[in-house]
């Protein structure tokens, strides 16, 4: 079983290598460009969430609500998402 799981979770970590890897907060839907903070951290975004350390694909026990990142599509008003909490 551990090994079955090992083996997913390496094969999960190529597929997300292979997709866009812009995860940066400027291209995330919740991001306030303007005050450099999100729905999810309305006060400071973490440092390794910033940096791209963490890539914040689920929410974390650290965070306001329950929103984690999301790419903006070029259509949509960033500023439509930054009252989410």
């Known amino acids: 079983m551990l090994i079955s799981f090992m083996i997913f979770k390496i094969k999960w970590k ?25 729905s999810a951290y309305p006060d400071r975004i ?5 940096n791209g ?15 984690y990142f999301l790419k903006q599509l070029k259509d949509e008003d960033p500023k439509a998402f930054e009252s989410l909490g």
């Not at 350390?53 to 929103?67: A, S």
């Open 14 to 38: 190529k597929v997300l290598q292979k997709e866009d890897k812009n995860y940066s907060c400027d291209v995330c839907k919740y991001f306030n460009k303007d005050t450099k903070t999100c």
């Open 46 to 50: 973490p440092t390794d969430i910033l």
């Open 53 to 67: 350390e963490n890539r914040h694909l689920y929410p974390r026990v650290d965070q306001e609500n329950d929103v």
